[in-house]
């Protein structure tokens, strides 16, 4: 069975996502067709969701105007995966410290933005990531940083000593942007090697 994505896509680019989330899938025997989500509807009758970067406060305020926020959180009380990624993951957090920001509560996490130094606002890191054999090459845009996550929630990576990327259930979410780098593992692991999600089975060979 083909699966479906969605890649929210209320602001910003959505292209790269789309085409990591592919390029995963094939790596796993998937095939995934990828749809862009503007509009309330489409989020229920996908498989898997990206909410990805960009300015959260614009993202939270679109969400909830489109009505889209309730769709992700159904979404994520079905059990279904999400990969929220820099913007994404202020957005999914418990936590903002911004009152502009309107978060979902999805993973258990308090989060600073533009926590980065100046001269640190953009690089890229190899990063040791739980679960995967080689580092990732890890892109960081005026990215936040985690200060707290919840009990339940497994760090998967930490830079400087502060996580950067957790798992909350069947929620990923990193600070970098994985989608900015031909290597596809992140969205790989969010959606194909995590064992907290549900997804629909591959067919049999004679269906
Ligand atoms: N600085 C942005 C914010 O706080 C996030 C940056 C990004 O998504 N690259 O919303």
Known sequence: MTLKAGVVGVQG?????????RRAGEAHGRETEVVEIRDSGLAPE?????LPGGESTTISRLLRDEGIAAEIVAHVEAGKPV??????????????????????DLVDATVERNAFGRQKDSFEAPLAVEGLDEPFPAVFIRAPLIDAVGEGV????????????????????????????????IHGLAFFENDGVTLPERPTPDQ
């Open 13 to 21: 680019d959505v292209s790269e996502h789309a085409e990591a989330v």
């Open 46 to 50: 996908c498989d898997l969701l990206v």
């Open 83 to 104: 990969l929220a990624t820099c913007a994404g993951l202020i957005v999914a957090a418990t936590d903002a410290g911004d009152d502009r920001v309107r978060t979902l």
């Open 154 to 185: 497994e760090v998967l990576a930490e830079w400087d000593g502060r996580p950067v990327a957790i798992r909350d259930g069947p929620v990923v979410a990193t600070s970098f942007h994985p989608e900015l780098t031909p290597d596809s593992r």
